[in-house]
Every structure is written in C-alpha cells, then in structure tokens.
C-alpha cells in the first residue's frame, strides 16, 4: 500500500505566521513520530502518538509549536508566530506497533520561514 | 543522556574498495541500533538493524559493546550506495520509542 505522506511537500511562511503541516501515516499504524531536521543534522524528535494520545511532546522547542491526531490517524503539527529558526524539514514517520519496531518516513515538509 | 555520534560528515571511496561508516554510541543497558539511509531524491529508509544480524545489500553492522561502537561495513562499494547515512539509536524504554540519530554521513563512491 502507500507509504507516509506529508504535506505540503514545500512551505515557505513569513516570519510571524502561522503554518500547518500534514501527515498521513500508513494505515493501521498505532505510533506516529514527528522530528525536525535542520540543515547538516540528523532528525531530532519532536513528538510522538500512541492512536490518538500524545504521550510525549518532549521534544518540541517552544509553546508555539502544537501537534494533534485526533482520530488515530492523520496528524497536524502546527507552528505559530514562525521563526526564522524554524526552517528545517519536518519528517513525520509511523510504526506498526508500539515496541520499536522500524520506522516509516514520509518525504518531509521543508519549511522556509523569511 | 543517549548520544549517538558519526564523527565523519563526509566520506569518499572508489568503486570496488572497502568502506566503513563509523558510528559510536553512549547508553546504559543493552542497545538496539540501526542505520538508516537517505539515498538522492528519496525518503529515509531502514538499512539493518542489529539485533537481525543481517546484510542488506552487502551492508553489515557489528555491535561492540567494548569500544560502543556500530560502524557499517560493506567489502566492495557500489556507486549505487552513494547516499546518506545515519545510526540511529531508540528510546530504551517507556511509552515512545523515538530515535536519537547522529548527525549523518554523506557517502560517495566514485567511479
């Protein structure tokens, strides 16, 4: 079947606006993963889902930044009042189970914030 | 803190020579590790993961628990394996299982 799909695939914002990022994760997969990827570095962890209940928001960077999926299935991260640090590439990825299992990455979103 | 580190951003090798991608690790406990890889154009993708001790595409990883270590190595490199790398470490417990990635190594094999 498909594999993950994130959009938009590019997002260029002004600073000071506010952005919404899409994922859909393979079907039937019960965690979904969002990192940021800044340029020259590996994913970093943001968040993470079990179905529909954030279990861990660790690593999101500010109170701007907001991430929900609210049926179990597709997830929105959401950042508000953009930065110019915010420019990176949001992965999100989904997992069959909740054990470790490898993980599935989507394409990415890059974010361009001017 | 887990920590992973791939201490060489960039790595050149010809086609047909040996190449290892280096990967070294802290954790208290028993890790699992993987590599990912990023080849031009797609999305990241699983290569191997240790505790299946298998070889993708001539690619193999050996876990030192000694020197913490979980280079790749592959004997004879393929310009097709020109990509980037990353070693990735999970969560070791609880409920998310997100992965702590190092920072990458871009590899080009050259002709």
């Known amino acids: 079947g498909a594999g993950v799909s994130q959009s938009p695939r590019y997002k260029v914002a002004k600073r000071g606006q506010d952005v919404a990022l899409r994922c859909d994760p393979i079907?039937?997969?019960?965690?979904l993963f969002w990192y940021q990827q800044a340029l020259g570095q590996g994913p970093e962890f943001l968040t993470y889902?079990?179905?529909?209940?954030?279990?861990?928001k660790s690593g999101l960077p500010s109170d701007r930044f907001f991430a929900e999926r609210p049926e179990g299935s597709v997830s929105t991260l959401k950042i508000q009042r953009t930065q110019q640090e915010d420019s990176a590439v949001y992965l999100c990825?989904?997992?069959?189970?909740?054990?470790?299992?490898?993980?599935?990455f989507g394409p990415g979103t890059r974010l361009t914030v001017t | 803190a887990q920590r992973v580190t791939q201490p060489e951003k960039l790595l050149s090798v010809f086609k047909g020579a040996p190449v290892e991608l280096k990967c070294n690790y802290s954790?208290?406990?028993?890790?699992?590790l993987f590599w990912y890889v990023q080849y031009s154009r797609q999305r990241l993708q699983l290569l191997l993961r240790?505790?299946s001790r298998e070889s993708i595409k001539g690619f193999t990883a050996d876990l030192n628990k000694g020197e913490t270590s979980f280079h790749l190595k592959k004997p004879f490199a393929q310009e097709e394996d020109s990509a980037m790398y990353y070693c990735?470490?999970?969560?070791?417990?609880?409920?998310?299982?997100?992965?702590?990635f190092g920072s990458g190594t871009q590899l080009t094999v050259l002709p």
């Open positions: 990825a989904s997992s069959y189970g909740t054990g470790g299992e490898r993980q599935y």
């Open positions: 079907s039937g997969h019960v965690s």
């Open positions: 889902f079990q179905n529909e209940a954030q279990l861990d």
């Open positions: 954790y208290s406990g028993s890790p699992e």
């Open positions: 240790h505790i």
């Open positions: 990735a470490l999970p969560r070791p417990s609880g409920s998310a299982r997100q992965l702590t």
